[in-house]
């Protein structure tokens, strides 16, 4: 690997310096949560990365060779309509804020960052450039300045209550006609923003929702803030592990409140059913790259708390052929069955005819692969999307609909998944 590294110890807490230091210049990514390499043992507290030194932007075919000849950390980040290329799909609507299908990048300047230790990484092509020393010198003696708070407007659902629960019925029209098992339908909510520090901002909900999955990325006038508690995938050499979730309940008012809303989703049989179908396609997906009777599921409805809501997943592990890349098999389970639907590809063209809105990076998925044979990726969900010259933030929120779905609770999942957002955006104003 092209890279050297200087180790350096710290007693200061630099997480705040370190997320605002990767939202400078046109490109960085910012890993938090204790999610991100846990099941492969590539530990950190935060991973940071800044500046292009190489990317990628082509087909997928390509991209492989491209993470091969890097041999080094390749932050990478897949929208969901990357399914155009890989099925005969279309995305007929318009997308409020673009992103490009495929963005692969090594980064310039890495930091890691576990405990007291502060790990920075720069390209041995740019060490006569870029010193370590200086750029812990900025982080330790970063001062956070006090800003103006942003305007942010009343958020606008793309499409009214009534729509949405038309869209649900028509959605289990095609469910009673054999069409699909399941389908996942999102509705998209934008508010009109200026002045906004995004890096603040996702560093705020990070504090109040920690979610294991959270990353930042800065693609220049455009960022994404994610506080996703999914992982889609994680690469430990040939060990590959999926963690689909299926299943959302608040949490309660109180203790009693809490464990009566947690016990409701472990015994609800929509959520289990709901659940096994998306396992199932992962197998099934997984199966393809898997060697022969590699595939296993050693955890099925498991129920995860998080700060605002309970979520089942469950866990489907596999062993990577040998000689198959570790993207050639993300790409094969991508989109995630937990986002699409059963099948999966006329799931995802119904969804193409209900939703009114096209949803870029959301339900896509950010993560990276390391020099090592690691990777980890994760489901791109609980996100705002922010475009700096448009002035709009963006989020999407929906839900899995079977068979036993009722279009109210349905309605009601997607206005628990938002509050979070909501009360952050209004939070952060005052």
Same mark, same amino acid.
């Not at 949560?33 to 390509?62: P, Q, R, V, Y």
């Not at 009566?260 to 015994?267: D, E, G, P, R, W």
């Given at each position: 690997?092209?890279?050297?590294?200087?180790?350096?110890?710290?007693?200061?807490?630099?997480?705040?310096?370190?997320?605002?230091?990767?939202?400078?210049?046109?490109?960085?990514?910012?890993?938090?949560?204790?999610?991100?390499?846990?099941?492969?043992?590539?530990?950190?507290?935060?991973?940071?990365?800044?500046?292009?030194?190489?990317?990628?932007?082509?087909?997928?075919?390509?991209?492989?060779?491209?993470?091969?000849?890097?041999?080094?950390?390749?932050?990478?980040?897949?929208?969901?309509?990357?399914?155009?290329? /890989?099925?005969? #799909? !279309? $995305?007929?609507?318009?997308?409020?804020?673009?992103? @490009?299908? +495929?963005?692969?990048?090594?980064? &310039?300047?890495?930091?890691?960052?576990?405990?007291?230790?502060?790990?920075?990484?720069?390209?041995?092509?740019?060490?006569?450039?870029?010193?370590?020393?200086?750029? /812990?010198?900025? #982080? !330790? $003696?970063?001062?956070?300045?006090?800003?103006?708070? @942003?305007? +942010?407007?009343?958020?606008?659902? &793309?499409?009214?209550?009534?729509?949405?629960?038309?869209?649900?019925?028509?959605?289990?029209?095609?469910?009673?006609?054999?069409?699909?098992?399941?389908?996942?339908?999102?509705?998209?909510?934008?508010?009109?923003?200026?002045?906004?520090?995004?890096?603040?901002?996702?560093?705020?909900?990070?504090?109040?929702?920690?979610?294991?999955?959270?990353?930042?990325?800065?693609?220049?006038?455009?960022?994404?803030?994610?506080?996703?508690?999914?992982?889609?995938?994680?690469?430990?050499?040939?060990?590959?592990?999926?963690?689909?979730?299926?299943?959302?309940?608040?949490?309660?008012?109180?203790?009693?409140?809490?464990?009566?809303?947690?016990?409701?989703?472990?015994?609800?049989?929509?959520?289990?059913?709901?659940?096994?179908?998306?396992?199932?396609?992962?197998?099934?997906?997984?199966?393809?790259?898997?060697?022969?009777?590699?595939?296993?599921?050693?955890?099925?409805?498991?129920?995860?708390?998080?700060?605002?809501?309970?979520?089942?997943?469950?866990?489907?592990?596999?062993?990577?052929?040998?000689?198959?890349?570790?993207?050639?098999?993300?790409?094969?389970?991508?989109?995630?069955?937990?986002?699409?639907?059963?099948?999966?590809?006329?799931?995802?063209?119904?969804?193409?005819?209900?939703?009114?809105?096209?949803?870029?990076?959301?339900?896509?998925?950010?993560?990276?692969?390391?020099?090592?044979?690691?990777?980890?990726?994760?489901?791109?969900?609980?996100?705002?999307?922010?475009?700096?010259?448009?002035?709009?933030?963006?989020?999407?929120?929906?839900?899995?609909?079977?068979?036993?779905?009722?279009?109210?609770?349905?309605?009601?999942?997607?206005?628990?998944?938002?509050?979070?957002?909501?009360?952050?955006?209004?939070?952060?104003?005052?």
């Amino acid at each position: 690997m092209n890279r050297y590294w200087k180790s350096f110890q710290t007693t200061k807490n630099l997480q705040e310096a370190i997320c605002l230091w990767s939202a400078k210049g046109g490109f960085g990514f910012c890993f938090l949560g204790i999610g991100w390499g846990s099941k492969n043992e590539d530990e950190f507290d935060m991973l940071a990365g800044l500046g292009a030194h190489t990317s990628f932007k082509g087909s997928h075919s390509k991209a492989a060779s491209f993470i091969e000849s890097s041999e080094d950390f390749v932050f990478t980040s897949l929208t969901y309509d990357l399914k155009n290329q /890989l099925e005969k #799909l !279309q $995305s007929s609507r318009e997308g409020t804020i673009e992103f @490009p299908d +495929i963005f692969l990048c090594v980064p &310039k300047v890495l930091i890691k960052q576990l405990g007291s230790t502060i790990e920075i990484g720069v390209r041995t092509d740019s060490v006569s450039e870029i010193k370590h020393e200086e750029i /812990l010198n900025q #982080l !330790q $003696s970063f001062i956070s300045p006090k800003e103006n708070p @942003p305007q +942010i407007e009343q958020g606008q659902f &793309k499409m009214s209550r009534e729509e949405y629960l038309d869209k649900i019925a028509h959605c289990k029209e095609q469910i009673q006609l054999g069409e699909i098992y399941q389908a996942n339908i999102c509705q998209e909510v934008t508010w009109t923003c200026s002045g906004l520090d995004p890096a603040r901002l996702f560093l705020k909900g990070y504090q109040a929702n920690p979610n294991p999955f959270s990353v930042f990325v800065n693609f220049g006038d455009r960022y994404c803030l994610s506080w996703s508690p999914e992982r889609f995938l994680s690469f430990d050499d040939r060990q590959i592990l999926s963690q689909p979730m299926k299943g959302t309940a608040p949490r309660g008012t109180d203790a009693e409140e809490d464990g009566m809303n947690k016990a409701s989703l472990q015994n609800s049989e929509k959520d289990r059913r709901e659940n096994v179908m998306i396992v199932d396609m992962v197998r099934n997906d997984l199966s393809h790259f898997a060697t022969k009777n590699s595939v296993r599921v050693p955890e099925l409805y498991t129920i995860e708390t998080y700060p605002r809501v309970h979520q089942m997943h469950s866990t489907v592990t596999a062993k990577l052929k040998d000689g198959i890349h570790a993207f050639d098999a993300l790409i094969k389970a991508f989109p995630m069955g937990s986002m699409t639907g059963a099948p999966k590809i006329r799931a995802m063209q119904i969804i193409d005819e209900l939703e009114n809105s096209k949803r870029g990076l959301y339900s896509g998925t950010i993560g990276y692969f390391n020099p090592n044979g690691k990777a980890d990726f994760n489901v791109v969900i609980r996100t705002l999307l922010y475009d700096e010259s448009k002035q709009v933030l963006t989020a999407h929120v929906g839900g899995g609909i079977t068979a036993l779905s009722d279009a109210e609770s349905e309605y009601e999942e997607c206005i628990v998944k938002l509050k979070p957002i909501q009360e952050l955006l209004y939070e952060f104003v005052l």
